[in-house]
């Protein structure tokens, strides 16, 4: 696959802000696929297609239900706007380790056969520990919404392309490529939020060698 382009075609943003009178860090990611707004919507709302790209979900995904990924992040559907002329969008909880995070995600039509896809991930400062951010910087969540959007592109575009195990996939070179490209990528987000860009460097390396379990200990 094409790793270089699929690094290239996604914006990523990092702003830390108030909000409601606490401060929180909004971590921002767009990609724009060749698919109709029905189809992508279908592909990130049906638990049988988000199987095919992403993880298994269990769990009701309509309005005011809780849903669980299985092995990962759980929660309860917040919002959900179905395709109505050119856009939709859907809200939910991200709860992992303890914490209590939310994700929307929004769909705009581009054309007839291309979507853009917005991911807006927003957190506390508060649910990671400050050694935590410290160390490991926005790269910790960034390097896996960077995965989530490839496969998600894959299952779109190219789903013969697609990884048999993804999970072993970003331990061989082409996926720790990857998940150095998305590091340095998210450095610069960092440096741009504030970040001293010695710390950010620092931080993109740590994170990269955790995913490419690298990391001593």
């Given at each position: 696959?094409?790793?270089?382009?699929q690094?290239?075609a996604?914006?990523?943003e990092l702003?830390?802000?108030?909000r409601e009178?606490?401060?929180?860090?909004v971590?921002?990611?767009?990609q724009?696929?060749?698919?109709?707004?029905?189809?992508?919507?279908?592909?990130?709302?049906?638990?049988e297609?988000?199987?095919r790209?992403?993880?298994?979900?269990d769990?009701?995904l309509?309005?005011?239900?809780r849903?669980?990924l299985q092995?990962?992040?759980g929660?309860t559907?917040?919002?959900?706007e179905?395709?109505?002329?050119?856009?939709?969008?859907f809200?939910?909880?991200?709860?992992?380790?303890?914490?209590?995070?939310?994700l929307?995600?929004?769909?705009?039509a581009?054309g007839?056969?291309?979507?853009?896809?917005?991911?807006?991930?927003?957190a506390?400062?508060?649910v990671?520990?400050d050694?935590?951010w410290?160390?490991?910087?926005?790269g910790?969540?960034?390097l896996?919404?960077?995965?989530?959007?490839?496969?998600?592109s894959?299952?779109?575009?190219?789903a013969?392309?697609?990884?048999?195990?993804?999970?072993?996939?970003l331990?061989?070179?082409?996926?720790k490529r990857?998940n150095?490209?998305?590091a340095?990528?998210?450095a610069?987000?960092?440096?741009?939020?504030g970040?001293?860009?010695?710390?950010?460097?620092a931080?993109?390396?740590a994170v990269?060698?955790?995913?490419?379990?690298?990391?001593p200990?």
């Open positions: 696959m094409n790793i270089e382009s690094i290239e996604v914006r990523r702003i830390t802000e108030q009178g606490a401060t929180m860090r971590q921002t990611l767009a724009s696929y060749p698919s109709p707004l029905a189809d992508v919507w279908d592909a990130i709302t049906t638990a297609r988000i199987a790209w992403f993880m298994p979900v769990g009701d309509s309005l005011g239900s849903y669980q092995g990962n992040a929660g559907v917040l919002a959900c179905p395709p109505r002329a050119d856009r939709a969008a809200e939910v909880t991200w709860e992992f380790g303890g914490g209590v995070t939310w929307t995600v929004r769909l705009q581009l007839a056969d291309s979507t853009q896809l917005e991911l807006q991930h927003v506390p400062v508060d990671v520990p050694e935590i410290t160390q490991f910087g926005p910790a969540t960034g896996g919404w960077d995965g989530t959007l490839l496969g998600l894959l299952h779109l575009a190219a013969g392309e697609r990884p048999d195990d993804p999970e072993a996939w331990l061989s070179a082409e996926g990857f150095r490209l998305s340095d990528r998210w610069i987000a960092h440096v741009s939020d970040a001293d860009p010695t710390a950010a460097k931080a993109s390396d990269y060698s955790m995913y490419a379990g690298e990391m200990g």
